[in-house]
Nanobody, 117 residues
Framework: QVQLVESGGGLVQPGGSLRLSCAVS???????????WAWYRRAPGKEREQVAR???????VYLDSVKGRFTTSRDNAKKTVYLELNNLKPEDTALYYC????????WGQGTQVTVSS
């Protein structure tokens, strides 16, 4: 069974940075490399939104509001996806998750990012 474990969140001041990780288990490295991965966030009182996507060739797509500030990457050998968050803003406060763009695996617990002075 595929499991997704997100980590790296925390409390940071506006303008700060964090690096989130999503460790994937329950699949081979080879299969991991064939999957497009996405990062999502859910802010209090809002719908979940996709903030970034990394394709199998490592091309990336970003939500307009995070372009130039967030960077996603992948390490197929470690079966891990990363999301680097820079120049964080209070509106980035949310619970962050990873998953496929469609046909979701069971969701992980997420990692909380709080941006506040």
């Amino acid at each position: 069974q595929v499991q997704l474990v997100e980590s790296g969140g925390g409390l940071v001041q506006p303008g700060g940075s964090l690096r989130l990780s999503c460790a994937v288990s329950g699949m081979s490295e080879t299969f991991f490399g064939t999957v497009t991965w996405a990062w999502y966030r859910r802010a209090p009182g809002k719908e979940r939104e996709q903030v970034a996507r990394i394709l199998t060739n490592s091309n990336t797509v970003y939500l307009d509001s995070v372009k130039g500030r967030f960077t996603t990457s992948r390490d197929n050998a470690k079966k891990t996806v990363y999301l680097e968050l820079n120049n964080l803003k209070p509106e980035d406060t949310a619970l962050y998750y990873c998953n496929r763009p469609t046909i979701y695996y069971d969701w992980g617990q997420g990692t909380q990012v709080t941006v506040s002075s």
